[in-house]
């Protein structure tokens, strides 16, 4: 019996996936939401109260935690997320399951440099300086962990993201597309179930406890070779594709909080922007899936989200 904590893209697809290989899910949210599956166990549990938690990881052999800030600022981060995985931790300790998070790329300290997991993840400052202390907490609680890291997501369900509703609806709209930094640096994006699939391959493998690893992600492409890819998928002509400067959204910045939260992660979509998994996909035993077929699962669920809003 495996517990996911979020029902969100990643949480959700966890359960998904999990559900389909035959095991027993409990997946907590405040709403009780989460896919409607035989095998999946919807419970509405606030996580950030111990009492609950430790009854609700009762018998688990892993939690996948997967709930993110209530808000894209560092403020917000600071105040919740700490606590929040401190929590689960301590009850993921106690029940005797290690826990697997999703992790970004913000905590590498030399993002110049194709980034490994070896490289350096000594960020500090603002949302990036959250996600180095993030790691490191984990890596010095009692818990067992792992920590899956991927690039910006794309993929079904994604929705808030550059891979996301931000390109996906304009394209399949026949709208130009406009994107933040620049439309010739190379990015790594990871599909979520790939970074889903590397989530379960750990928790399933002891040897890859107390680690940090990469989830499967392609070569690295820019902003507008992926909504080309989008669009092929969709059968539609490649969106007219422009870049917002970033000395606009700094300017911006002065005057908007949100902007000024963007405008901190420039350096990512300014510059080359990329990560190698290829160590991860060894210790996994997993791939990639291509662009192609990654892009057409994308499609086609934002094509049934527009006819059944989701």
């Not at 896919?35 to 938690?53: G, I």
């Not at 609700?56 to 800030?69: L, N, Q, S, T």
């Not at 350096?267 to 192609?292: A, C, I, K, W």
Request: net charge neutral.
């Amino acid at each position: 019996m495996y517990v996911v904590t979020g029902a969100g893209p990643v949480g959700w697809t966890v359960a998904e996936q999990l559900a389909e290989q035959g095991h027993q899910v409990r997946i907590l949210t405040r709403s009780g939401s989460g896919p409607d599956h035989p095998l999946v166990e919807r419970l509405r549990v606030d996580v950030s109260d111990p009492a609950q938690l430790s009854k609700a990881f009762d018998h688990a052999e892993a939690v996948f935690h997967c709930i993110h800030g209530s808000a894209y600022r560092a403020a917000a981060w600071a105040a919740e997320l700490p606590r929040a995985e401190q929590v689960v931790m301590d009850a993921a300790a106690a029940a005797g399951a290690v826990v697997v998070f999703p992790e970004s790329l913000y905590s590498y300290s030399e993002p110049d440099l194709v980034m490994t997991e070896a490289g350096p993840r000594e960020a500090s400052g603002g949302k990036r300086g959250v996600r180095t202390g993030l790691l490191k907490a984990r890596q010095a609680h009692a818990a067992d962990t792992v920590s899956v890291v991927a690039g910006d997501f794309f993929g079904p369900r994604v929705k808030m993201a550059h891979g996301g509703e931000r390109m996906v609806s304009p394209i399949l709209a026949g709208k130009p597309l406009q994107v933040v930094g620049s439309t010739a640096q190379p990015h790594s994006f990871t599909y979520v179930p790939d970074l889903v699939a590397a989530m379960i391959a750990a928790a399933q493998n002891p040897k890859l406890w107390n680690k940090v690893l990469h989830a499967p992600t392609g070569p690295a492409v820019t902003q507008r070779e992926l909504a080309a890819a989008f669009a092929a998928a969709a059968g539609v002509s490649a969106p007219k594709v422009s870049a917002i400067p970033g000395w606009m959204l700094r300017a911006l910045g002065v005057f908007s909080v949100d902007m000024r939260e963007l405008a901190e992660l420039l350096y990512q979509f300014e510059r080359p922007f990329v990560m190698d998994s290829s160590e991860s996909q060894r210790l996994l035993g997993l791939d990639p899936t291509p662009l192609q077929d990654a892009a057409a699962a994308s499609v086609a669920w934002w094509r049934d989200a527009v006819r059944q809003p989701k």
